[in-house]
Nanobody, 116 residues
Framework: QVQLVESGGGLVQPGGSLRLSCAAS????????MGWYRQAPGKERELVAS???????NYADSVRGRFTISTNNAKNTGYLQMNNLQPEDTAVYYC??????????WGQGTQVTVSS
């Protein structure tokens, strides 16, 4: 069973930064896709950023240039660096991983609140 544990969320002022972490229970990110979704109250879950199994990066238009997704395979951890945060970035952020022949696994979510 794959487990993903997110951390790094919190309250930040507009223009501030946060780095989310997604720690995996095993060495999976070196051969799996991973990414981040977010869900704001009353809205559908949306894809924020992803890394394909071959390392291709993808960002939502709303975060491109402000957010950076990365992985550290030695630490079995994925990251989402979020800069210049805005109130509209407020949401619960979920990491996921897609493992070949095994499917998608989700983390429990971490709250990000951007407010002055």
């Amino acid at each position: 069973q794959v487990q993903l544990v997110e951390s790094g969320g919190g309250l930040v002022q507009p223009g501030g930064s946060l780095r989310l972490s997604c720690a995996a229970s095993g060495s999976i990110f070196s051969d799996a896709a991973m990414g981040w979704y977010r869900q704001a109250p009353g809205k559908e879950r949306e894809l924020v950023a992803s890394i394909s199994r071959i390392g291709r990066l993808n960002y939502a238009d709303s975060v491109r240039g402000r957010f950076t997704i990365s992985t550290n395979n030695a630490k079995n951890t994925g990251y989402l660096q979020m800069n210049n945060l805005q109130p509209e970035d407020t949401a619960v952020y979920y990491c996921y991983t897609d493992i070949r022949l095994r499917g998608r696994y989700w983390g429990q979510g971490t709250q990000v609140t951007v407010s002055s």
